[in-house]
């Protein structure tokens, strides 16, 4: 199923897929080249919005939940990739310990968890899982329905610190994979562990990480690509800036945050007149940190910033684990002009690309049928459509127009790849070791 997008609008996407097209080999010899010197995230998944005469990624998740919604036509692709990437970050494993997120109770998310740990499963590997949740002091089943519709069974296993080295009882791992955020900070018992691999490493949880140094890394990534294809980088970057030390309930940096927003839509109103774009600017204001479409509002006027009311400050002021925000990114918002045909209408949709090491491996359509086109998507009520992996995500079809399926989700996987590329130049430049010889 491929979204349906406003053809009226698609004039600039359409040169855009023309040019990567027509540039495919030298895309794809200048990706290999970026891989030989920068490293790759373990795994990751880039949020993107489809405008038509834009596309853009805005967000990278590099502990991504979801692999569950992945189509049955994805996995060999992504456990072909696990095997290289594991052949590429530590060749001898032979054991995996996983950590998920305390979601205990999070049907999905478990689903997702059972998902990964079939897929490293089938890559050769033992897997294990062990639990944050101090809770879970033995092993705990957890009855969940599986991927296929069947009952399962998901085992939780309490943590066994040993020295410098991390696993559950009876069972001590080559390599620990977390897929735990670190929202709430980086565990004493995650520290430290010089005996093992870990990945992705602690600095790329939310405890460190910033969105607004990700999206200075992809700046700088997309200048490269654009300069290559020819094109306004524009059309692939969504402009954004930074605020911090904002209290949203006691409104302190109200008026720097206001001043910031209205700067911003006047440079995405000067880039529609340059275009001839007669659509609204928006601009999309979010914690500095964090996932689970927390702490997120649309701003079309800066007045909003300032006429909040209680209820909206009180959801801007807190994100996932209870965490007080203080830094923002203030982001150009990006509307998305795809829609899915479900059974109760049309909906809104936005493509969510999955990558394993450099791989694009497949994803899905974020789709909510109570949101708009200039709307957060990731919030209650979204539903996913696997993106139909079968058409070909992984190389454009030359005798196909440019938006036919297989050369869009090949436009996808481009930009995607191009937000990887940025996380791992990221955490390059945030590693601390990086810190400590500068």
Known sequence: MTPQLSTSLCGHLLHLERRVLDHSAEIEHWF????????????????LRNACFKLAPVDTNLFPGGFN??????????????????????????????????HTRNLHYLRNVSRIAGLLRQAGLEVRIGTLVPEISSATPIQIQGIDGLPTTLMLEPLVRTGERLGVKDFDPCMVLLNNDLSAGVPKILQGLTEQRVFPPLHAGWVSRRKSQHFLAYRSVAAEFAERLQIDPWLIDPFFDSCQGVDFQSRTSEDALAEKVDAMLARIRN??????????????VKADAGTYGMGIMMVRDASEVRNLNRKQRNKMAVVKEGLSVSDVLIQEGVHSFE?????????????????????????????HSERGADENLNAPGARFVPLPFEMGCQSPVADHEPDAAPNRLYLYGVVARLALLAASRELEATHPAAHRTA
């Not at 290999?32 to 949020?47: E, T």
């Open 32 to 47: 290999r080249s970026q891989w030989k010197s920068h490293m790759p995230p373990f795994y990751a998944s880039v949020d």
């Open 69 to 102: 919604n992945l189509s049955d036509e994805a996995l060999p692709v992504a456990v072909a990739a696990l095997m290289s990437s594991i052949e590429h970050h530590c060749p001898d494993i032979r054991r995996v310990l996983l950590i998920p997120e305390n």
């Open 271 to 284: 880039k529609y007149k340059e275009y001839d774009l007669t659509q609204t600017p928006f601009v999309v």
């Open 339 to 367: 829609t899915v045909l479900l059974e109760d209408g049309e909906a809104v949709a936005e493509p969510v690309v999955y990558m394993v090491d450099r791989f694009v491996v497949g994803g899905f359509y974020r789709v």
